[in-house]
């Protein structure tokens, strides 16, 4: 995290999974709240949980600053967003890249970020679905100040698509963890998603 502070990240994305919302096991509060003392950038946590609703209090006191849940999880959607803003945090709403928008816009004023997965949820380092996209650019028509994130295989060429359709959050793992260097990679994907918007 200090690594990626120093490199001139704009937010530390952390995926939180549970093994039964996605089939792969992450970390919990605990490691968000252990990290949090090493920086200063918002947390935009991630969660890929099947029941955000049961765990909003434990994210927002580990130092979350955007909790962002899955529209198909078990959890009742609106119940789960009121929780998160009562809980004096921005609320993000993520979809599966199957999943129709219809999910989201009917939450879009309670919402500070929308979050369109590029791939599907539960490991990292796969290819950008440019599928997905058609999403990005109906809910930016819809609403053209919310953040909308994209989430999966963006790198330095994919940024550029993802940022041409309307989105303006990007979350890159492998391209920035896998670079021998970091600073120089995130200075590469922000000009190209600055010069495609």
Do not use: W
Request: include cysteine; aromatic fraction near 6%; charged fraction near 25%.
């Amino acid at each position: 995290i200090e690594r990626m502070d120093k490199a001139g990240a704009d937010y530390m994305h952390l995926d939180v999974m549970d093994g039964h919302f996605v089939p792969n096991l992450t970390f919990g509060a605990p490691v968000i709240k252990a990290v949090r003392k090493y920086t200063d950038k918002p947390f935009d946590v991630h969660l890929m949980i099947s029941n955000p609703l049961d765990y909003a209090e434990d994210f927002a006191k580990a130092g979350a600053d955007i909790i962002c849940f899955h529209s198909e999880c078990d959890s009742d959607t609106e119940e789960t967003i009121n929780k998160i803003l009562s809980l004096g945090k921005k609320a993000g709403l993520a979809i599966k890249p199957a999943t129709p928008i219809d999910e989201v816009v009917k939450y879009l004023d309670k919402l500070s970020m929308v979050l369109v997965m590029t791939v599907e949820p539960g490991f990292g380092g796969q290819s950008f679905m440019e599928s997905t996209m058609p999403k990005v650019e109906a809910i930016r028509k819809i609403n053209p100040d919310i953040d909308i994130e994209v989430d999966g295989g963006i790198n330095a060429e994919t940024i550029k698509i993802a940022a041409k359709a309307g989105a303006n959050v990007f979350v890159a793992g492998s391209a920035v963890f896998k670079s021998e260097n970091p600073a120089e990679t995130i200075a590469i994907l922000r000009k190209n998603a600055q010069d495609a918007q």
